[in-house]
């Protein structure tokens, strides 16, 4: 159980984290709303002349946040200048010009239509050879570490409850690694390349 101190001067019991929670009517709304977000956190972080560090998702949903994010970039100049990104995951082995590639995805729902400097990109190596796998994973988390951390997260949830390819049961600590990826998954990322 959690015990904070709240400011009133007493102590609250906590067992669940409460979570901020915004209901959309449409995904429509949502996604415009969150790419506001984001673009307000990148001009925030330009005018303290600072990076901001994005964490990035792939898959339907974070596609209309995208497309938001390059028509301000087109119409009001949101600049991707100062923009640093890490992408969540890639699937393995995978060569980043496959069109099933997350590098792939990206490149061609964001990455080509903005401003962000390529060495500023940062998505799984799906080619690595599985002899320096785990050491790969580690460093990539200590690049992450480097900038500071992500400043906003984009996540999805999946058909089974996934985050991340976290499926239900991974641990709260989980970082980056190899995993499995649960059949019905790999059925909907199927259906997403058609």
Do not use: W
């Amino acid at each position: 159980m959690d015990i904070r101190y709240n400011e009133a001067g007493k102590f609250e019991e906590t067992r669940f984290e409460k979570i901020h929670n915004v209901i959309f009517n449409t995904s429509q709304e949502a996604s415009i709303a969150v790419a506001q977000e984001i673009a307000t956190l990148i001009r925030r972080k330009i005018e303290l002349n600072e990076l901001c560090v994005l964490g990035l998702a792939t898959g339907s949903s974070p596609i209309k946040v995208y497309e938001e994010l390059v028509r301000m970039h087109e119409e009001e100049d949101l600049s991707f200048a100062n923009v640093v990104t890490f992408n969540l995951d890639e699937y393995y082995p995978m060569d980043k010009s496959n069109v099933q590639s997350y590098h792939y995805f990206m490149q061609e729902h964001l990455f080509k239509y903005v401003d962000i400097r390529p060495e500023n990109i940062h998505i799984p190596d799906g080619k690595i050879g599985a002899e320096v796998l785990n050491d790969y994973c580690v460093d990539y988390e200590m690049k992450i570490k480097s900038f500071g951390g992500i400043d906003f997260q984009l996540l999805g949830i999946g058909r089974t409850g996934h985050v991340g390819f976290n499926e239900p049961g991974s641990h709260l600590n989980s970082g980056t690694r190899k995993i499995i990826l649960d059949h019905r998954n790999r059925l909907t990322a199927k259906k997403l390349i058609k």
